[in-house]
């Protein structure tokens, strides 16, 4: 018998009680007892039993009545009903109000047991039908933009227009803070585009060393540098036909921003220690969390390559700026943990999704799923709550008063006294991060690293 399952014995009878709890406690199961109906009412109302065993007949509230207000409540229990007038009549009664078996009193401890064996062998196949169902509308739903969690207006204005560039051999740039879900939309665009049969390749320009980065773009012929013992193709030719996606692109050194450049234009590239060209026919997809625009200005990325990525820009909002994602997407994280942590947390309480709904989420939608796995872990029942949230997210600190900032009448040291408060604050938002801060405070990235620097502000 299964370990660990736990079991409701509703029955008036206590010496039935303790006999049903002393026999079923040795296989395996946490057992819990109520006297009657409305008692077993209370004790499902906080809490979900595997397996009910519950008498017919008993006092202020009978075993029939108990069915049919448990309603819902009981859909993933497995529910015996037990009594010693026992009928045809009063079994089919039993199984209509939602019973699994009906036994007859008195009863053999074998026929019990036997009973509950056949009912997990039951709640077994339940549980494999309905993983099957789940992956079915996954499969069903496909691998385009249908599969990607959103309700607010935004997103699918977003999805409409990436779904209009899909079919065509365009690149495509797209931009939006860490976390959002830039690799998620640039898979709809190849699962709804007619190189989805063909490589999708997925690579972060800023994970790959730069006295690597050519050997890994390009490929090499043998003898081609100490340690090319045989010829290697690179990713644009693994993604030959295909498609290949270039996270964080702004992470690209110049030199190698040349050799994209003369990719994107020509359609072919040269294996590192080779004299010949190849022809290759790739879509580019490109992301960054960067301002491409503000990083030409600055030289370290060149206009060239930009205004050729740039045809269609496609940006992702912040998590903050559409809160109305943040429930639809809450579900979807519980039901996705749940089935790789073998999991069955319901619910998020409304104090916990208040608390959502008011962060700001600097880590985005990868922040959120990270959250709700966290809860999961920690959840000591069903639900998770203030207590399974971080501490950053459940302690709030009142907003400094204005006469903090004041060290006299000056106004300019009152406002460089206000500055270095702000920026301080959005750097903790950020865990650090002075690109996404520089977003949240409106500011250009070489003036906020001025500004650290004249402040001499030092998060740790």
């Known amino acids: 018998m299964a370990k660990n399952r736990t079991l409701l014995i509703v029955d008036d009878e206590e010496n039935m009680r303790h006999m ?36 017919i007949r008993m006092p202020h509230m009978d075993g029939i009545e108990f069915l049919q207000k448990a309603g819902l409540a009981i859909q993933r229990s497995t529910v015996i009903m037990m009594s010693a007038y026992g009928t045809i009549d009063m079994a089919l009664e039993a199984i209509k109000a939602g019973a699994y078996d009906f036994i007859s009193k008195p009863f053999k401890s074998d026929e019990v047991l036997l009973t509950l064996k056949k009912a997990e062998e039951r709640e077994s196949l339940r549980q494999e039908n309905r993983l099957l169902k789940e992956q079915l509308e996954e499969i069903n739903a496909g691998d385009g933009f249908d ?71 390009f490929g090499y012929v043998k003898g081609a540098f100490t340690g090319a013992e045989k010829t290697r193709k690179g990713l644009l030719v693994e993604a030959d036909k295909g498609t ?13 921003q040349v050799k994209l450049l003369r990719v994107l234009q020509e359609g072919e590239i040269k294996p590192v220690g080779s004299n ?3 022809q290759i026919d790739v879509r580019i997809l490109a992301a960054t ?10 030289g370290t990325f060149r206009e060239d390559l930009f205004y050729r990525l740039n045809i269609l820009t496609l940006h992702i909002p912040p998590l903050r700026e559409r809160p109305e994602d943040i429930p639809l997407l809450c579900h979807h994280f519980l039901k996705k943990l749940n089935r790789a942590l073998g999991t069955t947390i319901r619910s998020i309480t409304a104090e916990a999704m208040a608390r959502f709904l008011t962060h700001t989420w600097p880590g985005n939608v990868r922040e959120l799923e990270n959250i709700i796995q966290r809860g999961i872990v920690l959840a000591d029942d069903q639900t998770i709550g203030l207590d399974q949230l971080p501490p950053h997210l459940v302690q709030t600190t009142p907003p400094p008063c204005f006469e903090q900032f004041m060290t006299g009448f000056s106004l300019k040291k009152a406002q460089k006294a206000m500055e270095e408060q702000i920026i301080t604050k959005a750097l903790k938002e ?25 402040y001499q502000i030092v998060i740790e």
């Open 244 to 256: 290949l996606f270039l996270d964080e692109i702004g992470e690209l050194p110049l030199e190698m």
């Open 289 to 298: 969390a960067r301002n491409l625009e503000d990083e030409v200005h600055q």
């Open 276 to 278: 010949k060209t190849e």
């Open 430 to 454: 950020t865990g650090g991060n002075r690109l996404q801060a520089s977003k949240l405070l409106e500011l250009s990235y070489p003036s906020l690293l001025s500004k650290i620097k004249g």
């Open 20 to 55: 049903l709890q002393a026999m079923v406690s040795r296989h395996g199961y946490t057992v819990e007892t109520a006297v009657d109906g409305q008692d077993a009412l209370n004790r499902i109302a906080g809490k979900q039993f595997d397996f009910i065993l519950c008498d």
């Open 147 to 217: 599969r990607m969690v959103a309700s607010s207006k935004s997103m699918h204005s977003l999805f409409t227009l990436a779904r209009k560039v899909a079919p065509y051999n365009t690149t495509v740039l797209i931009v939006g803070e860490s976390g959002t879900g830039k690799e998620l939309v640039a898979r709809g665009i190849y699962a709804s585009s007619p190189r989805n049969g063909q490589p999708f390749i997925a690579v972060n320009c800023g994970s790959i060393p730069e006295n690597l980065l050519e050997s890994e773009f």
